[in-house]
């Protein structure tokens, strides 16, 4: 159990030598985990339009912000999606590259 704790540990400290593509991943990984609360914000904007427009409260335009919020908010969420994985193969290159170095004596941590 020491051992595993040891090493993993040792690839956390690989994993922060680059600090700017961890934070990336970080900040990639947040947004990922903000898209459902602002897809659940975004599509109560767009029933609340759609039932007002229905009703004739609202003009019939009043769904476009709406509409253009989701269309916006699922084309981030692709793009963080697709980022991530880049990321995630980038670092995990890193670190292997890294701890391979580490192994044979190349690196001096």
């Known amino acids: 159990m020491r051992t595993l704790l040891v090493e993993r540990i040792r690839l956390l400290q690989l994993s922060l030598q680059d600090r700017k593509a961890v934070a990336g991943l970080v900040l990639v990984h947040a947004g990922g985990a903000l898209a459902p609360a602002a897809a659940a914000l975004s599509t ?7 039932t007002g ?7 019939a335009t009043a769904i476009v912000w709406p509409l ?4 916006a908010l699922l084309a981030v969420t692709e793009v963080l999606e697709a980022l991530g994985g880049a ?3 980038f ?6 590259a890294l701890a391979t170095r580490s192994r044979t004596g190349a690196w001096r941590g």
């Open 53 to 59: 427009s229905a009703s004739g409260r609202e003009p």
């Open 87 to 89: 990321l995630e193969q």
């Open 91 to 96: 670092v995990a290159g890193r670190v292997d």
């Open 44 to 50: 109560g904007w767009l029933v609340a339009a759609l």
């Open 68 to 71: 253009v919020a989701m269309a």
